[in-house]
């Protein structure tokens, strides 16, 4: 499909009335919305007209350069290269960052249960590991500490009795947590 330019001028009159792209494309018959909003950024046109507002234009107004902060006496600037921006925050910004009083959590140290009764572990390696030994991992795979439970695992999985228990849970178990 080819813009004409009687095609153009109805896109106009039609954005100018407030229609919205969907509607546009209806109207016109052969385009999609997205051909329409593509067209009308291509245009440059103003932004849609909302019931009882004026027309506005996020691009016609040009944006003025921000103040540079002051710089020390003895600022040396880098040499042949393009001068920084410098970007400032806004009375309003700055305003709002100070009504508003943060409280950080508190760090809880983490405190293992003392009544969980756990099989005592062979403290495998990787290398240590068989078929018939439990691949349950135990502590932070980044410490020294680290290892497999490596107790006789069960005939149709890779973790012993209670790992497969926590592993594997019932479904209704499951969709209480």
């Known amino acids: 499909m080819n813009w004409t330019d009687e095609r153009v001028e109805k896109l106009k009159k039609l954005w100018s009335e407030g229609l919205s792209a969907s509607q546009i494309a209806a109207q016109l018959g052969g385009v999609s919305r997205n051909a329409v909003i593509g067209k009308v950024h291509r245009l440059n046109l103003p932004g849609r007209v909302k019931a009882g507002g004026p027309v506005t234009s996020a691009r016609s107004a040009p944006k003025r350069a921000a103040a540079p902060a002051p710089r020390a006496t003895n600022f040396v600037g880098r040499v042949g290269t393009a001068p920084a921006r410098v970007l400032t925050r806004s009375n309003a910004a700055t305003a709002l960052q ?13 405190v293992p249960s ?30 020294d500490d680290f290892h497999f439970c490596g107790c006789e695992a069960l ?3 890779p973790y012993c009795k209670f790992h497969a228990k926590l592993a594997y849970q019932p479904v209704s178990e499951r969709r209480k947590a």
């Open 114 to 143: 003392r009544n969980v009764v756990t099989p005592i572990s062979r403290r495998l390696t990787l290398t240590e590991l068989t078929e018939r030994t439990c691949k349950w991992p135990v502590g932070d795979p980044l410490k």
């Open 98 to 110: 100070e009504d508003i009083g943060i409280e950080t959590a508190e760090v809880l140290d983490y």
């Open 155 to 157: 005939e149709s999985s």
